[in-house]
Structure formats: C-alpha cells, structure tokens
C-alpha cells in the first residue's frame, strides 16, 4: 500500500525541517530559561526568543515590541475578549461573523455571563462580510469588532481594511484572527490596520502550540488582563516559561514565509487545477468567493453524495476533511457553510481539501482520479 498524502493543511501543517533544525539545540544544547539571564545559557535562550520575535514582527510588518508570544491563536483570542469583557461596564457589546473559528464563537458565547451581548453578523452565499450590515450593528456601547482575515473551512478572505475602517470611525478597537491567512497571503498588520491580531505558528509549518499576539500601539495595555497568572512573562500579559524550542520555530517559520507570493502562486496553481478536474463531476459546486479565497483552500460540495461516505473510503489513502478539525466528529455538518446559507444537501455533499508546500501536480491528480470514481460509485449506488 502506498503512503497516505496529505491534504489537510488548514488544520495543521508539518513542521518544515528548517524549522526543526533550528529548534533542536534549543531542546537541550541551550537548556536556558530566559527569564534567567544571570548565566550564558538564560542569556542565550532569551537572545534565541528576542531574535524570533523580530522576525515574526518583520514578517507582519509591526514592531517587535508589539508582539507578544502565547500557546497560539485560540490563547490570543481569549486573552482581547476575555480583557474586553472587563474592560468597561458600560461597553458590553461585540460584533462579529457567524462563520468566526470557534476560538471567537465560543469564547464569546461563554462571555454572556459576564453581561457580553453580541451580534453575530450573517455572510453572503459567498461567505463574505455585509460591511453595511456591519455599520448598522455598532452601537455606543459596542466594545470591540472581531472578523477573521480568513475562513479555516473556505478560505473565503474578508475586506478587513474596509471593516477596521468602519469600526475605528466609532473609535471600536478592533481584533483579527489572522490565524489560517499566515503563510498563505502577505499578512500586514500596519496595512489592515487592526489593533489586535492573533496567529498560530503550526498553520505556517512551525511547531504546534505556540502563536502570538500582536497589540497595537494606540491600545493602552494597563486594560488588558492577562488570564494566566504567574511569573509575569510577556509584559505581565502571558506568564509562564516561555517556550523557547517553540518560540525559535515560529521565528524560522516566519522567516521562511517572508516572501510568500511565489509559495502563493504555487499553490493558487495546484488548487485550481484540483478544483477544475473535480468540477468535471456533473452537480458539483465550489463553496465561498472566487476571487477572495486563500490560494491553496479548495472547499467543494458534490450533489447526491453523503461527503463523510466519501471520507470514510478514501481516508487511508488521503487527508481531506469535512469541515473544520476542530469540529471532529466527521458526520457534523458545517456551521460555516450552514451560515452561508447553503441548502442542507450541499452542506452535507462538502468536502475541504487543503493543499501545501510539500504538495505535487501528481499528488493532486492522484487524489482527482480516486476521488471521481469514489464519487460516480457512490452516486450510483
Ligand atoms: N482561528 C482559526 C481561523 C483557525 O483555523 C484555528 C485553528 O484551526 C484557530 C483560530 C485556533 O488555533 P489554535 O488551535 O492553534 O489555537
């Protein structure tokens, strides 16, 4: 039997070997913790991590100061909600997308106890964000926007320029889950304009569970609460040891992703080719936006056939999912296209296949040509 591929590279992306190469030394060679700088070894561990959070910031255009290390996006996430939740007792309302990763829709479905109200703002069949219905939505006691550069489920990016734009003519803070768009498309936090920005560096073939958040200057961090407490790490805002060995990846990770248009062109060139084979299927329809869609997300419903039916004979031979990884269990439909207002056979018929670096023109014809007989068998079955 031949060796499974993988094509699920919105839920997590193999460590690229430069990058493990880069974290090893830091495994044991340099055992330092950088919050013991009076030897060699601390003062190491904390040149290792000050140098990685230069690159992260010279890859998101802010300055290092501004970026702080973290577990990873669903960390950052809660740390500006659950502040935002506290901040003031008189602004107590969110807005944001029904189609947020669930970092964001739970966290703020669990600060309803803390008197948050929010509006969940509905998408076009397209998946994108009505920026009028988004004007609408903000109130006096609006505290904070939250929309996501870019969908994990359709890689459907959104006008978050416009949004911010929107939300800061009301003087409303604004935070972006930046996490799937990194190492996909140039991610420029001074060109958005968002004054929050969370990531995650195993969606950019780093380690999995370190991530980070930028802050923007204008925000005054005095209201920001941490929600570990402890030694004081990161500003106060993120206590704990830091992750050196991790840290160091995602410095790599963002070096290597620096200049990500040819890597972008690559992979455009792999999913479209993957979207049109596929779309030779008679009834089959690509889900979210044509001309804003990450490059390398191909998310596509097939008509008459049960997509999880279609996992479950090709999974030993490739990775592809239906739905988002966080939602596990195989057979629950996606909420995310759910939102988008696609019928319940479409939803049902979808599947996410994500390409990667590591991907070949060949890999993508192998899994074209098993996925078009898997398909017709089942059609006609
Ligand atoms: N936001 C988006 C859009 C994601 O795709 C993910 C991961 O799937 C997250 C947030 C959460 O990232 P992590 O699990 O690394 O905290």
């Not at 006008?159 to 604004?174: G, L, Q, S, T, Y």
């Amino acid at each position: 039997m031949t060796a499974p591929v993988y094509f699920d590279n919105n839920a997590t992306t193999a460590v690229d070997p430069r990058v493990l190469e880069a974290m090893l030394p830091y495994f044991n060679e340099v055992p330092g913790n950088p919050g013991s700088t009076g030897h060699c070894f601390g003062a190491e561990a904390e040149e290792a991590v000050e140098d990685a959070r230069e690159t992260v910031a010279e890859m998101l255009n802010c300055k290092h100061s501004d970026f702080l290390f973290t577990s990873g996006a669903t960390e950052s996430i809660n740390i500006v909600l659950q502040s935002f939740a506290k901040i003031s007792a008189q602004k107590k309302h969110f807005v944001t997308l029904s189609t947020e990763h669930k970092a964001i829709i739970d966290t703020c479905t669990f600060l309803k106890k803390s008197g948050i109200e929010t509006t969940w703002l509905q998408v076009s069949e397209e998946g994108l964000v009505d920026l009028e219905a988004l004007e609408k939505s903000l109130r006096d006691d609006t505290a904070l926007v939250a929309i996501m550069l870019a969908n994990n489920e359709t890689g459907v990016i959104q006008p978050v320029k416009d949004a911010v734009a929107i939300a800061h003519n009301r003087e409303i803070p604004f935070l972006c889950d930046a996490t799937q768009a990194i190492g996909k498309i140039p991610v420029d936090v001074f060109d958005l304009g968002v004054d929050f920005l969370a990531c995650s560096a195993h969606k950019f073939y780093g380690p999995k569970g370190v991530g980070g958040l930028y802050i923007s200057k204008e925000i005054d961090r005095k209201g920001l609460s941490p929600i570990i407490h402890g030694g004081g790490q990161e500003g106060g805002l993120r206590s704990g040891t830091l992750n050196v060995p991790g840290i160091v990846g995602m410095g790599k990770a963002s070096a290597l992703c620096m200049d990500i248009k040819k890597e972008a062109a690559k992979l455009g060139i792999l999913r479209d080719h993957l979207e049109s084979e596929l779309l030779k299927i008679n009834g089959t329809l690509v889900n979210g936006i044509q001309n804003s869609r990450l490059p390398n997300t191909c998310n596509i419903s097939f008509s008459g056939v049960d997509a999880s039916m279609v996992m479950e004979v090709v999974s030993q031979e490739f990775a592809i999912a239906t739905g988002s990884a966080c939602n596990a269990e195989l057979s629950s439909p996606s909420y995310v296209l759910k939102a988008m207002g696609l019928s319940d056979e479409r939803v049902q018929g979808s599947l996410r296949i994500s390409v990667g670096r590591y991907n070949t023109m060949e890999e993508v014809e192998q899994l074209c040509t098993r996925l078009t007989s898997v398909i017709e068998e089942l059609k006609n079955y």
